[in-house]
């Protein structure tokens, strides 16, 4: 039972456009998100974090927006670029494990093109 | 500055073999976390190390056990490979202390069994 769900498998956009990625969640005990990046025979790259006590955080052309009631959130790209095209992975954390990090659960990833 | 570093970046093993991957943590950390990402699929948690010791594991067998060395390093192995362990393993290091998620991942270890 997946409770990181990313909805849309690939999405197209046109250079100098908005991109839009959608992530669902279902567990409400998750207190921490998180989008990465993934180029092909790379490892994921952290992009941007949102802790559930916000509900956006903007880091230059890359902004999320976290709606906790609906147990949404989005990743804006504003303007896209090609060097935008790759996998991307949201993920949430149920909180600390003592000191350190909680593991982190992965959607299954919205392939982006960005198109010139 | 070395980030993640994996090997063997791609193998080749049977059903029933048993095999042992390593990752080196980027430096100055001294957390390490391994993650199994099937074709298609998004990353899965499979165990995490500090002070070598397991402190998390999720949802995977007792075919799979690690080992995390003095310097950090640490190793995956898993036994009795099924053809459904094909994928591609994913090593994340991170500082134990810092409380926040600034993971590192390598680039991984393709693991194909035949």
């Known amino acids: 039972d997946q409770q990181v769900k990313q909805n849309s498998p690939s999405l197209s956009v046109q250079e100098g456009r908005i991109s839009i990625l959608n992530c669902d969640y279902t567990n409400s005990m998750f207190d921490y998100f998180l989008w990465y990046k993934k180029y092909p025979a790379e490892g994921p790259t952290f992009l941007i974090s949102i802790s559930s006590i916000k509900d956006k955080n903007e880091d230059g052309r890359f902004t999320v927006f976290l709606n906790k009631s609906a147990k949404h959130l989005s990743l804006h790209i504003v303007p896209s670029q090609p060097g935008d095209s790759a996998v991307y992975f949201c993920?949430?954390?149920?909180?600390?494990?003592?000191?350190?990090?909680?593991?982190?659960?992965f959607g299954k990833g919205t392939k982006l093109s960005v198109k010139p | 500055d070395a980030g993640v570093t994996q090997s063997p970046t791609h193998l080749i093993k049977t059903r029933g073999q048993q095999v042992t991957l390593r990752c080196s943590p980027k430096s100055g950390h001294d957390t390490v976390s391994w993650y199994q990402q099937a074709l298609g699929q998004g990353p899965q948690f499979i165990f995490q190390y500090y002070e070598e010791e397991e402190r998390q594991r999720g949802n995977f067998p007792d075919r799979f056990s690690g080992h995390q060395f003095p310097n950090y390093s640490s190793e995956l192995n898993v036994n009795a490979l099924l053809l459904g362990d094909s994928a591609l393993y994913l090593c994340?290091?991170?500082?134990?202390?810092?409380?926040?998620?600034?993971?590192?991942f390598g680039s991984g270890t393709r693991l194909t069994v035949v």
């Open positions: 994340a290091s991170s500082l134990w202390d810092r409380g926040d998620y600034g993971y590192t």
């Open positions: 993920a949430a954390s149920g909180g600390h494990y003592g000191g350190s990090q909680g593991n982190l659960i």
